[in-house]
């Protein structure tokens, strides 16, 4: 056994330690930090820190997060994912207005920020959460009324901050990205029931939202969007005029009544160049998709569709250039039953016109089972003829079988 040369972290470079350090989780990570003086030093590095999941770590509380905050995260944080206490039997107050601060302050590189289960309505506005982020994406919390607002309404204005509020609206014009603006690119608000028309109505004030997904929110309504629409106004273009996507998506879960919102899009949506449907909102919102005039790439998810709905909500686009089916089925075309007598009796060249077209039908049935990423090639065949410049994709689908 003298013979064998044993192996010693000790002689081991740091980069490849780190390297090793990165596969675990926040939690292994704050163990390994008490081995020695070295590894505490090595788990400090914000290599580590720039991408932190806590949804993983059950029973997470406001103290563990100021321990995390003061001890590791630092100027390499880009990524922060956090699990609430909203459906915990533990509750209260998971997120404060002193540890956002702080976060704002010691991570001022962080662009992402997930939260899953939160209970927000702590907090008066999102104006309190780190002005750097790009991306806020909200599952499952609750939200206060005025969260999404500008404004903040905590202590009376005075004079000078009403000056500085009009200083500040006179320099919205001059630039994107004001310091006193909120910077959020892109907002994900899955199933978030408390999000209604006032919260999509605030939306309108942020300058620089591009991008907006809207996933199980049964409270917003078609008039709503037709308020927040982008066009034409008389101080000029109102409305969320900056958004280039936008997704909806209703899976119509028991006890909510489906408000079919995406007919608001039938008032036209000024600069909308990619549009995603989904579940109960794919019908109405092909009615309404004719007027997207800017409309480049549409995306349809986990719904039943025929041919006819298709191509009466599709031939207008024109501009369209990608058509996206994803988990979608697809309707049989309903074909209309032989009447008795009809092209019966006409002697042996009617049996052999019948058999030659019950044969191409053979050959056609045999084609389309052969051919998976093609659920129905006449669809194909009719979209290439009203948009040639369109590419079509087709993931996960199916045909749906009738049981006649």
């Known amino acids: 056994m003298d013979e064998y040369i044993t192996c010693d972290l000790d002689y081991f470079p740091e980069n490849i330690l780190i390297d090793v350090l990165s596969y675990l989780s926040v939690r292994e990570l704050v163990r390994a930090g008490r081995v020695c003086k070295r590894w505490r030093r090595l788990v400090k590095d914000q290599r580590l820190w720039r991408v932190v999941d806590l949804r993983a770590w059950k029973g997470v509380t406001s103290r563990i997060l100021w321990?995390?905050?003061?001890?590791?995260?630092?100027?390499?944080?880009?990524?922060?994912?956090?699990?609430?206490?909203?459906?915990?039997?533990?509750?209260?107050?998971?997120?404060?207005?002193?540890?956002l601060k702080a976060l704002s302050s010691k991570c001022p590189r962080l662009n992402k920020l997930y939260l899953l289960h939160a209970d927000l309505r702590s907090l008066p506005n999102c104006r309190l959460l780190p002005p750097s982020l790009k991306v806020l994406e909200l599952r499952g919390c609750e939200l206060p009324q005025g969260f999404f607002s500008q404004?903040?309404?905590?202590?009376?204005?005075?004079?000078?901050?009403?000056?500085?509020?009009?200083?500040?609206?006179?320099?919205?014009?001059?630039?994107?990205?004001?310091?006193?603006?909120?910077?959020?690119?892109?907002?994900?608000?899955?199933?978030?029931?408390?999000?209604?028309?006032?919260?999509?109505?605030?939306?309108?004030?942020?300058?620089?939202?591009?991008?907006?997904?809207?996933?199980?929110?049964?409270?917003?309504?078609?008039?709503?969007?037709?308020?927040?629409?982008?066009?034409?106004?008389?101080?000029?273009?109102?409305?969320l005029f900056?958004?280039?996507?936008?997704?909806?998506?209703?899976?119509?879960?028991?006890?909510?009544?489906?408000?079919?919102?995406?007919?608001?899009?039938?008032?036209?949506?000024?600069?909308?160049?990619?549009?995603?449907?989904?579940?109960?909102?794919?019908g109405p919102g092909l009615l309404c998709a004719s007027r997207l005039k800017d409309l480049k790439h549409l995306c349809l998810r986990a719904c039943t569709l025929s041919e006819m709905q298709i191509v009466r909500g599709c031939r207008l686009?024109?501009?369209?250039?990608?058509?996206?089916?994803?988990d979608v089925t697809f309707q049989p075309r309903q074909c209309p039953p032989a009447e008795e007598g009809e092209g019966g009796g006409g002697g042996a060249e009617g049996g052999d016109q019948a058999v030659e077209e019950d044969a191409e039908k053979d050959v056609n049935s045999d084609e389309n089972k052969s051919d998976t990423n093609d659920p129905i090639p006449r669809l194909r065949r009719s979209l290439a003829v009203l948009l040639p410049y369109c590419s079509l994709v087709f993931t996960n689908c199916s045909v749906q079988i009738n049981t006649d």
Not at 77 to 97: D, K, Q
Not at 214 to 227: M, S
Not at 269 to 281: D, I, N, T, V
Request: proline letters at 2%; glycine letters at 12%.
């Open 67 to 99: 321990v995390l905050l003061r001890q590791y995260l630092g100027c390499g944080l880009r990524c922060l994912r956090l699990r609430g206490l909203l459906l915990s039997a533990r509750g209260g107050t998971f997120l404060s207005e002193s540890w």
């Open 317 to 326: 686009l024109r501009g369209l250039r990608r058509l996206e089916f994803l």
């Open 151 to 239: 404004s903040l309404t905590t202590a009376p204005a005075s004079a000078e901050a009403t000056s500085s509020v009009a200083a500040r609206q006179k320099s919205k014009g001059k630039g994107i990205g004001s310091a006193s603006g909120i910077s959020i690119e892109r907002l994900v608000l899955n199933y978030v029931p408390s999000f209604t028309d006032e919260h999509l109505q605030s939306l309108t004030t942020w300058e620089q939202l591009t991008r907006l997904e809207l996933h199980d929110t049964f409270r917003v309504t078609a008039n709503a969007l037709r308020n927040c629409a982008a066009k034409e106004g008389t101080a000029g273009i109102e409305g």
């Open 242 to 282: 900056r958004l280039k996507f936008f997704e909806i998506c209703i899976t119509g879960r028991p006890g909510y009544q489906v408000q079919m919102a995406s007919l608001g899009l039938g008032a036209g949506w000024l600069g909308l160049e990619e549009l995603s449907l989904g579940g109960k909102e794919v």
